[in-house]
Nanobody, 122 residues
Framework: QVQLVESGGGLVQAGGSLRLACAVS????????MAWFRQTPGKEREFVAA????????DYIDSAKGRFTISRDNAKNTVYLQMNSLKPEDTALYYC???????????????WGQGTQVTVSS
């Protein structure tokens, strides 16, 4: 069984930075594509960023391009989301997700974390 545990969320002022981490337990972390999603109350979960199994391919929602960076350390079974120049509209519960197949496709995932709250004050 694969378990995902997020950390690094918190309260930050607009323009600030946070680094989220997602620690993955279980087998074959390096074979999974990984992604970050976010959700606010009353809205659907939204894709934010994804990274391929090797880290060679990444993808971002338009609003995150130039501000967020997804990365992974397969030796540590961890995926990161560095978030810079944060805006109040980035406020959400951020989830980590894993998908088999090596490259992220669509919005479904085999495994989800419990989420970490990010709050950006204006």
């Amino acid at each position: 069984q694969v378990q995902l545990v997020e950390s690094g969320g918190g309260l930050v002022q607009a323009g600030g930075s946070l680094r989220l981490a997602c620690a993955v337990s279980g087998r074959s972390f390096s074979s999974y594509a990984m992604a970050w999603f976010r959700q606010t109350p009353g809205k659907e979960r939204e894709f934010v960023a994804a990274i391929s199994w090797s880290g060679s391919s990444t993808d971002y929602i338009d609003s995150a391009k130039g501000r967020f960076t997804i990365s992974r350390d397969n030796a540590k079974n961890t995926v990161y989301l560095q978030m810079n120049s944060l805006k109040p509209e980035d406020t959400a519960l951020y989830y980590c997700a894993a998908q088999s197949g090596g490259y992220w496709r669509g919005t479904s995932a085999a495994f989800w974390g419990q989420g970490t709250q990010v709050t950006v004050s204006s």
